[in-house]
């Protein structure tokens, strides 16, 4: 056939070939595939942490989308996996024992996230706020409404581990030219998020279902982990990658 008819050819062969059931995470978005990626129950490597005085920092309202400065409560909480974590609490809290009781919450759910994701964080933001959790450039944000809300629905944990693909693979990954031509092989999403902020959004929103497929593919239905393998498997090769992880064959 000639190449112009094989494209041709091969093009209307993709055209017909049957596409998988949208998830029903889909339309809200990666941390709503399951509340068993990572559980309340999981292990934290979460080991001590210690109160290191007050002090004025920048901090970030994601109510207001502006930064402000605040008086913080610092903490430095330490994992068995030899990292520590500068966990601010904003002076809402009041005085150093009530944010004592928050930073160790919040300690050990940072220390759920495996190391391997976590690792690029550096801080963590407590702010006694309701708007969205958030993360970027080594820190996450947690707002405790809206924490006490995703605890609520069991997703805390899949948020943390969304933020901690902002906070610590965005700046180093998102722009990598391996990583734009992996997105566009597979050409799909793995969320109407994924798709609609691409730029923003699609790395931590496949990292979390890089991490249900490869670690924990029972958490996700036998549908929706053939999803995630047929939507991304140019993605899931690049995590492989940059993860220092084997390559194998993912199976449910
Ligand atoms: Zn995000």
Known sequence: MKPILTALF?????????????PSWFNKGAIYASPNIITSFDRSAFSSIKYKGREVLDVYNMCKKDWYEDNAF???????????????????????????VAAQRYAKKLGQ??????????????LLKN?????GSGNIIINTG???????????????LHEAGHAGFDDKYKHDPAWKRAQKKDGQYISWYARDFTE???????????????????????ADFDFVLN??????????????????????
Do not use: W
């Open 200 to 222: 923003r959004e699609d790395l931590a929103e496949s990292m979390v279902l890089f991490y249900a497929v490869y670690f924990r593919p029972k958490s996700l239905s036998e």
């Open 10 to 22: 091969l093009s209307l062969l993709l055209l017909s070939s049957p596409t998988l059931a949208e």
């Open 146 to 160: 809206d924490a006490f809300f995703l605890t609520s629905m069991g997703i805390l944990e899949e948020t943390l």
């Open 131 to 135: 708007c969205t959790i958030g993360g």
């Open 113 to 126: 996230i495996p190391y391997l994701f976590r690792k690029g964080v550096d801080s963590a933001s407590i």
């Open 74 to 100: 610092l903490f430095e909480a330490t994992y068995s996996d030899n990292q520590t974590l500068e966990l601010q609490l904003e002076s809402k809290f009041l005085n150093n024992a009530s944010a004592e």
């Open 231 to 252: 939507t991304m498997p140019h993605r899931i090769k690049y995590f492989v990658k940059i993860l220092g992880l084997e390559e194998r064959k993912l199976t449910y």
